[in-house]
């Protein structure tokens, strides 16, 4: 369903305007692709433009047994990013609607849980502190 609402799910269209590559890999901490045996998460970058907009969508991978904390990529201006998938909560924690509860948002790191995958992505923000409790994320 994100793949399809999402404009990074369609066809590329160019790169982004902010400067950030179209593609960049990290690892537990954000631009340092961790390839170790120790590190067990993995981060996708992707950043392009769409009907005039830059898009910029976040994959991380937890393949760990255990929570992991993951360091984001700092975004532009005062974008911050929005969860829009984690394949590791529960249906009751995401029971609600969008449109009458908005996703977490959040800077700086996320807990992931589990064997499981995130997906963010970047919206405005009124600002760096507009940011949910994302502790147990």
């Known amino acids: 369903r994100f793949r399809k609402g999402h404009p990074a799910g369609g066809r590329g269209g160019g790169r982004c305007a902010c400067g950030l590559p179209e593609v960049s890999v990290h690892g537990g901490r954000a631009w340092d692709a961790n390839y170790s045996h120790e590190s067990r998460v993995a981060g996708v970058m992707f950043a392009g433009r769409y009907r005039g907009k830059d898009v910029i969508v976040f994959l991380g991978v937890n393949a760990y047994w255990e ?6 990529p700092s975004l532009p201006g005062s ?3 929005q969860l829009a998938v984690d394949t590791g909560a529960s249906r009751a924690e995401y029971s609600v609607t969008t449109d009458t509860y908005p996703l977490p948002t959040m800077e700086g790191s996320l807990r992931v849980k589990p064997r499981s995958v995130v997906v ?3 919206r405005p923000g009124k600002g760096k502190k507009e940011l949910a409790g994302m502790e147990n994320v």
């Open 67 to 72: 929570p992991r904390e993951m360091e984001l």
């Open 79 to 81: 974008q911050i990013w």
């Open 120 to 122: 963010l992505y970047a």
